[in-house]
């Protein structure tokens, strides 16, 4: 009789993760093309107009690039703090609160000289995500409470806090009925560099670049791995396994903030719930599917840009803006199915 | 004589810890097998949708019921086929089933929102202004009564049955569980499709009684209140339930701290629970000091070494 068993492979493709996301991304357009005919809609037709809206031209182009940004930093963030084996996915309140230090520092501070006034708004952006998860931090590192659940729930706080702001103390009286606070001077708007492309994404790329020696180059990057590792390796490598693990949270969720910083700066320019439209959740997908690699991350986080924005322009032809959340959410199931093939190994063996 | 005020929050007080049980409860099978599920959020909505569509073209509430539980039982069905079959990452299958849970549910609800039942889930008694606690206690929904026995049956199968004590072994260790022949991807299969069906239920209480009708995220943030719920109850259903009536004051409170003369800014009020939410899981880790009684083996995906 012959049985099929599992073997896990000695070794793992090198690219294994750069193969199952591109057949997972071809299963979620598959998937999305199925929504798309059961709602009389014709694939082609609606991916090539995505495509052509999103990536035609230099401004739409740029738009997807902008879009992008909140992702790629938010995504660093998360893989930053994955380096200790923790969870974040408090990416959306970090954003928000970057946002509102940004707006907070503004509003209490003068300042002379627009360039360093921008850094310091951006510092304070940083800032705010990293106080956004000191919460979580503190009670994961002291107590050792589940961050997965507190950094979640600090999303509910911050938006809250956030709604409170916009409709009291922060109010604009110039906004009338939608709730937002008033614009910031036109002296701290990031500049654009071609097209609409904003300052910001050239700061994505250096911010790339800082994950990616952060993580893989640097001491500190090998002590977070340790202190992710076995809690007997830790001891005995004399890393202080609790240390990492609070500073790769403060620094991660920093990331994230300074993305709510760029979009405030050179986006939405106020405070308002706009600030980030699910970019720290969209982020964890763009985080997960590259392995945590931050290159991965700044180029799956440009795809996934630009794919939120055919998204928001095909509303136009009547088609819902979540067939590219679904898309984004598909590719990663798609993704993690292929991944178990090239992890494990399916043998035919004959029993006795 | 009892406040009238007071009748009315032991009545909300009920609903709200209703919804939040039945889900924690889901969650509390499937985690003891040893699966963990951050899908409860897109599960919930998945079925408070798909139940919701059923009820406005049908008017059947018997088969959006069963509509509602059946598809959040398929839709947790992919985290375990990820889980289980293809041994993928617990963590991301999960938060990935809540972010397409949340989407779906939008796109299928899309041109629903805002509409009208014409039948809902009843409270089974015929008393409309309930005056004491008796009268509370009986004149509740069906749901209500469902979850009560949800949680005793649950206990019982949990501790006195072959399944449940096959259930617990697998979640505490699987290897073992192996060697002795139990069929461990088997077990933790159901115990995630049930677990789905818990949280399918919840959602359909929540559109057709709770609230009752659909709008785009308005499970806001229950389904993760729910898995913090599982960690409160110590893996337990009965203390799970005392959690989801402590969580389930909360929330009938907060709305209500006004009439009693708090004067708060509405939208920090609503920010509480969440703010209570973490504060209890801190006191509850201290107390405990790191003996949550979560099963073993709960994140750990099951690989038979073959030689």
């Known amino acids: ?119 310091v708004l951006l510092l304070a952006g940083f800032v705010g995500g990293s106080v956004c998860i000191l919460i979580p931090a503190i009670t994961k590192v002291v107590f050792g409470v589940n961050e997965i659940i507190t950094t979640l729930l600090t999303n509910y706080i911050v938006f809250g806090v956030t709604i409170f702001l916009i409709n009291g103390p922060w109010k604009d009286p110039k906004s009338l009925n939608f709730p937002a606070a008033a614009y910031v001077g036109e002296e701290v708007f990031l500049p654009t560099v071609i097209g609409k492309l904003s300052f910001g994404f050239l700061i994505c790329i250096l911010f790339t670049f800082v994950a990616h020696y952060l993580k893989n180059k640097s001491v500190f990057g090998f002590e977070m791995r340790i202190a992710g590792g076995s809690a007997m390796t830790a001891i005995y490598a004399g890393i202080n396994a609790k240390q990492k693990a609070f500073i790769a949270m403060l620094i991660g969720g920093g990331f994230a903030g300074l993305a709510g910083a760029i979009e405030l700066l050179s986006q939405t320019h106020r405070v308002s719930t706009g600030i980030s439209q699910g970019f720290g959740y969209t982020a964890i997908i763009v985080a997960a599917i590259t392995g945590m690699r931050p290159l991965g991350i700044f180029l799956v986080g440009s795809l996934f840009g630009a794919l939120s924005i055919g998204g928001s322009v095909i509303q136009t032809i009547g088609v819902s803006t979540y067939i590219a959340d679904i898309i984004q959410a598909s590719t990663l199931f798609g993704a993690l199915i292929i991944q178990f093939f090239f992890t494990y190994q399916i043998k035919r063996v004959e029993n006795d | 004589m009892i406040d009238i005020q007071l009748i009315g929050l032991l009545n909300a007080t009920l609903q709200a810890a209703t919804l939040l049980f039945i889900a924690a409860l889901g969650e509390l099978i499937t985690e003891k097998s ?169 959602g359909v209480y929540l ?92 994140g750990v995906p099951f690989f038979r070494e073959n030689r």
């Open chain 2, 34 to 202: 040893g699966i963990l599920n951050l899908g409860v959020e897109g599960m919930i909505s998945v079925g408070a949708v798909t139940g919701f569509m059923t009820a406005i073209n049908t008017e059947n509430i018997f088969l959006a019921v069963l509509v509602g539980v059946l598809s959040s039982s398929i839709f947790a069905s992919i985290h375990a086929l990820v889980t289980v079959v293809l041994k993928q990452d617990q963590t991301v299958s999960g938060l990935i089933l809540t972010i397409l849970g949340l989407a779906l549910s939008s796109l299928l609800g899309k041109n629903y929102v805002g509409r009208k039942l014409v039948t809902k889930l009843e409270s089974v008694s015929s008393i409309t202004e309930p005056s004491n606690i008796i009268e509370v206690l009986i004149s509740q929904n069906i749901i209500f009564y469902l979850a009560v026995v949800l949680m005793i049956s649950t206990s019982f199968v949990l501790k006195r049955t072959m399944f449940g004590r096959r259930l617990e072994a697998v979640g505490e260790d699987s290897k073992s569980s192996d060697s002795m022949g139990l069929k461990v991807a088997k077990t933790q299969f159901i115990a995630t499709c049930v677990g789905g069906a818990f949280a399918g239920l919840s």
């Open chain 2, 207 to 298: 559109t057709l009684s709770y609230v009752p009708y659909w709008t785009d995220n308005m499970t806001s943030g229950r389904g993760w209140i729910a898995l913090a719920l599982v960690i409160f109850g110590g893996w337990k259903p009965y203390r799970t339930a005392l959690g989801a009536l402590l969580f389930g004051f909360l929330e009938a409170l907060v709305p209500r701290l006004q009439t009693y003369g708090f004067e708060l800014s509405p939208y920090i009020v609503k920010i509480t629970p969440y703010v209570i939410t973490i504060l209890v899981l801190v006191i509850l880790t201290i107390y405990k000091g790191g003996k949550t009684g979560a099963p073993r083996n709960i």
């Open chain 1, 1 to 119: 009789m012959n049985n099929f068993k599992l073997f896990k492979r000695q070794t793992v493709n090198e690219l294994s993760t750069f193969y199952s996301f591109l057949i997972g991304f071809i299963i979620a357009i598959i998937i999305g093309s199925i929504i798309l005919l059961i709602q009389d809609k014709n694939p082609i037709d609606t991916f090539s107009l995505m495509l052509r809206l999103s990536v035609g031209s230099v401004n739409s182009l740029s738009s997807s690039l902008n879009k992008a940004i909140p992702l790629i930093l938010a995504g660093l963030g998360i893989s930053i703090i994955n380096s200790v084996k923790l969870w974040n996915i408090g990416a959306e309140g970090q954003i928000f609160l970057g946002a509102i230090a940004v707006n907070f520092i503004y509003i209490n501070t003068q300042f002379n000289n627009p360039s360093f006034h921008i850094l």
